[in-house]
């Protein structure tokens, strides 16, 4: 398949009102979904078309609106590869889904991003007496709310389909995709509690 009208022909049109749905500012209903949400994905596409997808969470409302066409996410201690804000230094397009636990729909937002080292909004982001280190602030470009079927299709907050312990841990892929050497230390590194004490 390689033409609109080929997609098209298997998918077919949008009706009026989901074709219709997108705004480019933030509205009340738009607010009150970010003020709930403790999670948002984050996608980025940098020089030569590389690609980044990073999950960003933290308690309910970490996202500050600073107005109506303008977000400010917060960024916590991570892993330092930063892959998303090199994609922003050089393409600041970039996507958002905010998710409710519990709620299918989901909350889009795209636009165009920068990113901040510091601001005044920093001090009403602090959680466990932690500044974030950088933030990403998006100009607001289109907004609109994603309907649930995918998230009713995969039964995502239906508990008896959840079965974590099928996987290995992740101090287990760590040890076979890296090949780190010593599980045992990894293990330890990896328990909760550890991992916990590391979070800010």
Not at 20 to 27: A, I, P, Q, Y
Not at 93 to 121: C, E, K, M, Q
Not at 173 to 193: F, K, Q, W
Request: hydrophobic share 40%.
């Amino acid at each position: 398949m390689t033409t609109v009208e080929q997609l098209r022909s298997i998918v077919g049109h949008p009706n009026e009102r989901v074709a219709t749905k997108v705004r480019d500012r933030l509205t009340d209903v738009h607010r009150e979904w970010i003020a709930q949400s403790p999670f948002v994905v984050v996608s980025t596409a940098g020089e030569g078309g590389a690609v980044d997808v990073s999950p960003k969470g933290d308690p309910p409302g970490f996202v500050r609106v600073l107005d109506d066409t303008t977000i400010a996410i917060p960024e916590r201690p991570g892993n330092k590869r930063v892959d998303g804000y090199l994609n922003v230094l050089t393409d600041p397009h970039v996507g958002t889904l905010f998710v409710v636990p519990g709620r299918g729909d989901t909350l889009r937002i795209n636009g165009t991003a920068r990113i901040v080292s510091d601001a005044d909004y920093f001090d009403d982001m602090v959680v466990s007496g932690n500044r974030p280190i950088l933030a990403l602030e998006i100009s607001v470009e289109e907004t609109f709310f994603h309907c649930a079927k995918a998230f009713m299709r995969s039964k995502l907050w239906d508990t008896d389909t959840w079965h974590p312990d099928d996987l290995p841990s992740v101090a287990e892929i760590n040890h076979a995709v890296m090949l780190s050497p010593g599980l045992a230390e990894l293990e330890r590194h990896y328990a909760e509690e550890n991992y916990r004490r590391m979070l800010y």
